[in-house]
């Protein structure tokens, strides 16, 4: 176990590499330097600027720089916001995101397990449908259109929650929650249906029943650890989507997390910052990624014995 | 013995379409399919106004007789501007799954036949690329090489052919070591005659599955770059970007935001359901109980 998690962050070093040199060549072929979309400024001014942030430098020696600051954690200057740093703007924005994100998946379990447990313990009948007809529809209502249907109903119309913002006003946090984990819901709605569903039809669930064990013990107990690895696994993916998701709902509801950041980094051709957070976002992602891998190894004894046995 | 082959292979498609018909969803999901296809392919000819029309005057106007789903603030009808984006939105989708597909099939096929080196190499790479997060490059492609519907088709066919790649290699895989792929090797058939006549009809089924869940979360990917901006680009016109329109003005005019929306989730939706649907039809696993 031990040894397999250790290959496995041995193996993400290399695509964090590989991430960093893709998106500094990429960024750096880009047509238009980052201050060519200004108004027209003086060519010293150009070159001041220039000299500032080691765009006279060969480009190799940008990258071998850019390198060098990145693994000592230190992204650089903002070309957009002056006087900020990549790293600063990060930090303001992370922690927004993180509750943002850590609202949205408290909303996603809650009623994904909740109804996708539901619906495996009464199979075709009314309690599988109706929440897995419900969950179809959440995922193909995307977020971009699901949050702004919300801030229609609940916002404009029926004026019960606040439309935009973060911890500004009491409740508007709520909202921003709801779409951001809507999709996830049905997504775990769906995976610990299918999950609860395999689990209870083997024999060591027939077993507990034979032993006379009341329902809910055998599910609690028995099934649950089993069942819900299909969930367990889609929760380094789904950490993914959340920040993508967290792109359009932070649009939507004009929170300054890093997911706005991005977007507005991506329109301002704000070189530095998007190279800052592109890093930034996918170390995370692939930790998370690691993390929803060892925890589905943990919990699935198959999968454990596999390991040892090729070990 | 040819003729006996032709018969089983036909009779797991005619179980499969059997099947497929039984299930009510997935037929209404074919159904609408159907009607957008032939819709898109049409609209040029049965747009109840032209792309461009403009009324300045009229202005934004709820659904009426002249105007079914209403007009924008530009007086422009809304069902013309649907069936338009229609067209890009599900032309992203099926070519942009086609890129994928290509690439997905090709790379898997030939990990999965030659195995051993050849096939530990390039599925390490796709583990890699896996771990990568897509979203985050197809917004940084956009945004180094402009936002151009050309890109948009490669970068997102680009990103969606790994999990082909994977399932068509462990399908050739599991294929090569039948026995029946032994008895036409020793029958003496020739490699080619084995591919054609065995592995690529036994593969056809879960290509085809991803294949129909493939094309809505590319659309749905397309949309959702449209929305932020970072998609498609006016004067073209797609169902995210006429979401993102929508949302401006829908405290005024709600109509502008929820048919686009109702386009798209109903495709998404119906595409989902065949993709379901012909999954319980086609998988053989599944088929068991």
């Known amino acids: 176990m031990y040894r397999f998690a250790l290959g496995r962050i041995l193996q993400a070093i290399p695509v964090l590499l590989a991430v960093i040199t893709v998106t500094f060549f990429l960024i750096h072929s880009a047509p238009g330097g980052p201050f060519s979309a200004d108004k027209a400024v003086p060519p010293e001014v150009i070159k001041a600027l220039e000299e500032q942030y080691n765009l006279n430098q060969p480009i190799w020696q940008q990258y071998v720089s850019y390198l060098g600051d990145v693994v000592r954690g230190d992204f650089g200057p903002s070309f957009k916001y002056s006087g900020r740093t990549v790293n600063e703007l990060i930090a303001a924005g992370l922690p927004i995101t993180a509750e943002l994100a850590f609202y949205a998946m408290i909303v996603a379990l809650v009623i994904g397990l909740l109804a996708g447990i539901g619906a495996a313990v009464r199979p075709n009948t009314a309690q599988d449908y109706i929440p897995m007809t419900a969950a179809m529809i959440g995922i193909c209502m995307p977020s971009f259109l699901l949050g702004p249907l919300l801030v229609l109903v609940f916002g404009i119309n029926l004026e019960w929650l606040p439309v935009s913002g973060w911890g500004d006003i009491p409740g508007d946090k709520i909202l921003p929650s709801i779409t951001l984990g809507a999709g996830f819901a049905a997504y775990i709605a769906r995976l610990s249906r299918g999950g609860m569903l395999e689990v209870l039809s083997q024999d060591y669930i027939r077993t507990a029943r034979a032993k006379g064990l009341s329902e809910t013990l055998i599910i609690l107990k028995h099934a649950l650890r089993g069942g819900l690895i299909p969930v367990v696994a889609f929760l380094g993916p789904a950490f993914a989507g959340l920040l993508s998701g967290s792109f359009v709902v932070e649009t939507i509801f004009q929170i300054p997390g890093l997911g706005r950041f991005y977007v507005q980094a991506a329109f301002n051709r704000d070189y530095t910052l998007i190279l800052g957070m592109t890093i930034f976002l996918s170390t995370l992602i692939i930790v998370f990624n690691l993390l929803s891998d060892m925890l589905a190894i943990w919990l699935n004894p198959k999968l454990r014995h596999e390991i040892k046995g090729a070990k | ?289």
């Open chain 2, 1 to 289: 013995m040819n003729s006996s082959i032709e018969e089983n292979s036909s009779s797991l498609w005619k179980d499969a379409w059997i099947k497929l018909s039984k299930n009510r969803l997935a037929l209404f999901g074919l159904a609408i399919l159907c009607i957008l296809i032939i819709t898109s392919l049409l609209t040029p000819l049965i747009a109840p106004y032209s792309y461009e029309a403009q009324n300045l005057e009229l202005g934004a106007t709820s659904p009426s007789i002249q105007h079914w789903l209403g007009t924008d603030i530009f007086g422009r009808d809304m069902l013309t501007r649907i069936m338009y984006g229609g067209r890009v939105s599900l032309m992203v989708g099926f070519i942009a799954t086609a890129v994928a597909l290509v690439i997905g099939i090709l790379w898997g096929a030939v990990a999965g036949f030659f195995g051993g080196r050849v096939d530990a190499v390039m599925m390490r790479i796709v583990d890699m690329l896996y771990a990568l997060p897509f979203m985050i490059f197809i917004i940084l492609l956009m945004v180094v090489f402009g936002r151009n519907i050309l890109l948009l088709f490669f970068a997102i066919g680009a990103v969606e052919w790994l999990t082909m790649a994977r399932i068509v290699r462990s399908q050739v895989m599991a294929l090569r070591n039948q026995e029946f792929v032994e008895a036409a090797n020793s029958l003496g058939l020739s490699q080619w005659t084995i591919i054609r006549r065995h592995i690529i009809p036994n593969t056809l089924g879960p290509v085809i599955v991803y294949t129909t869940l493939t094309i809505p979360s590319v659309m749905l990917l397309e949309a959702f770059l449209s929305f932020l901006g970072l998609g498609i680009q006016p004067p073209q016109s797609s169902w995210g970007l006429l979401i993102n329109y929508g949302v401006e003005t829908m405290e005024e005019f709600p109509w502008l935001l929820i048919f686009p929306g109702i386009a798209l989730s109903l495709t998404l939706f119906a595409l989902n359901f065949l993709g379901d649907g012909l999954r319980d039809a086609l998988d053989p696993r599944a088929s068991k109980d």
